[in-house]
C-alpha cells in the first residue's frame, strides 16, 4: 500500500521557480493580501483614467501582482522579494501616505513584467508625460520629474514601433496584408499616394495602395474587381495628374491633358492599354460593384461608339 509523502524541497522549488523559500511565502502573502483588498475590487486598467492618488495605487498594483507571479520563474530572487512585499504594502496603506509610486512600484513592472505589461507602463508614462498639469494632484513633484525622465528615456519610439505593430497585425486579419515583393493586395509602391491617369481616366491612389478612387467610385481589396482593377493599374503607362475637361470645337466632347486638376470628369474606368480601351472589363467591374451598372454599361457603349 502506497503511503502518503510530503513534497520534498526540489519539487517545492520546481513549482515556485527559482526563488528560495522566503521570497515565495512573501509572493503568497502579497498575493493574497492584494486580492482580499478594496484596491482588487476597483482595479484600474486604462492609464488615461488616473486622475488622483488612489487611481494610481488601482492602476499600479494590478501591474504589480502580474509582475510578482511571472518573476517566480526568474533568477532575481532579492528584486521578487521588494516587489511582493511593495505589493502588500500599497494593499494596507492609504494612497495618499504612499510617496513614490513611480519610483517604488512602476519601476519593477518596466524592469521585471511581462512584455505586455511593461509596454502599457510605458504608453501610460508618455500619455501621464504629455498631460502633466491635469495630473499635478495625482503625482507628486518626484514622480513627475520621474514620469519625464522616463519618457525622455524611451523616446516613445518602443510605443510607436507597438503601435504600428498592432496596426499591421489588424490589418493582416482583415486580409489586407502587404508584401514587398510578388502577390499582396496594395498596388506597387510607386502608385502609392498618386494621382495618376492613362489618357481618358483619373485614378487616385490611396497612399497605403489599399484604395482607388475613379469616375465616382471606390475601389478596395473589398472589392469583388479589386484583382482586375490592381493587375490593370500595374500593367498600364500611366501619366501624373488628373485630367481636366476642355470643350473642343465641336462644342460637346472633351480633351485630355496631363494637367492637375481638382475635380474628376470621368464617367466611367480604364483597362489595360490604358485601362480603358477594353470594352469588357469597367462595364463588368460597376455592374458587379454598384448593383446600377446596366445604364453605365449603356453610357459606356454610347461613348465607345461616339
Known amino acids: ?25 512573501a509572493i ?5 493580501t492584494y486580492d482580499k483588498s478594496d484596491l482588487a475590487k476597483k482595479s484600474l486598467y486604462d492609464h488615461t483614467q488616473v486622475r488622483t492618488r488612489d487611481d494610481i495605487a488601482r492602476y499600479v498594483a494590478p501591474k504589480l501582482r502580474i509582475t510578482i507571479a511571472s518573476m517566480k520563474t526568474g533568477s532575481n530572487d532579492s528584486a521578487a522579494a521588494k516587489a511582493a512585499e511593495q ?28 512584455t505586455k505589461d511593461k509596454l502599457d507602463v510605458k504608453k501610460a508614462i508618455a500619455y501621464w508625460a504629455e498631460n502633466d498639469r ?21 523616446g516613445l519610439e518602443e510605443v510607436k514601433r507597438q503601435a504600428k505593430s498592432e496596426a499591421e497585425a489588424e490589418l493582416k486579419a482583415a486580409g489586407y496584408e502587404q508584401k514587398s515583393s510578388g502577390g499582396g493586395n496594395a498596388l506597387r509602391s510607386d502608385l502609392r499616394g498618386k494621382t495618376w491617369n ?5 485614378y487616385e491612389i490611396g497612399s497605403d495602395g489599399l484604395s482607388v478612387k475613379t469616375n465616382g467610385k471606390t475601389f478596395t481589396p473589398d472589392s469583388s474587381a479589386w484583382a482586375k482593377v490592381k493587375s490593370n493599374l500595374e500593367a498600364s503607362s500611366l501619366k501624373s495628374g488628373s485630367l481636366q475637361r476642355r470643350a473642343s470645337s465641336g462644342g460637346g ?32 467591374v460597376i455592374l458587379g460593384t454598384t448593383g446600377v451598372g446596366i445604364g453605365a454599361y449603356f453610357l459606356f457603349t454610347k461613348k465607345s461608339d461616339s
Do not use: C
Not at 502506497?2 to 527559482?18: L, M, N
Not at 513611480?102 to 513592472?109: P, T
Not at 499635478?136 to 525622465?149: G, L, T, V, W
Open 253 to 284: 466632347t472633351y480633351k485630355p491633358t496631363t494637367e492637375v486638376a481638382t475635380t474628376q470628369s470621368e464617367d466611367t474606368p480604364p483597362t489595360e492599354e490604358g485601362l480603358t480601351q477594353k470594352a469588357w472589363f469597367w462595364p463588368a
Open 87 to 114: 505589493l502588500r504594502y500599497i494593499s494596507v496603506t492609504p494612497a495618499y501616505k504612499i510617496g513614490d509610486f513611480v519610483g517604488n512600484n512602476l519601476s519593477y513592472v518596466l524592469k521585471y513584467g511581462p
Open 134 to 154: 491635469k495630473l499635478q494632484y495625482a503625482f507628486n513633484f518626484k514622480e513627475m520629474e520621474a514620469i519625464r525622465s522616463l519618457a525622455k528615456e524611451y
Open 28 to 32: 503568497s502573502v502579497a498575493r493574497q
Open 1 to 25: 500500500m502506497a503511503r502518503f509523502s510530503p513534497s520534498t524541497a526540489a519539487h517545492y522549488g520546481a513549482a515556485f521557480g527559482e526563488v528560495s523559500e522566503s521570497t515565495a511565502d
Open 198 to 202: 492613362d489618357g481618358q481616366y483619373t
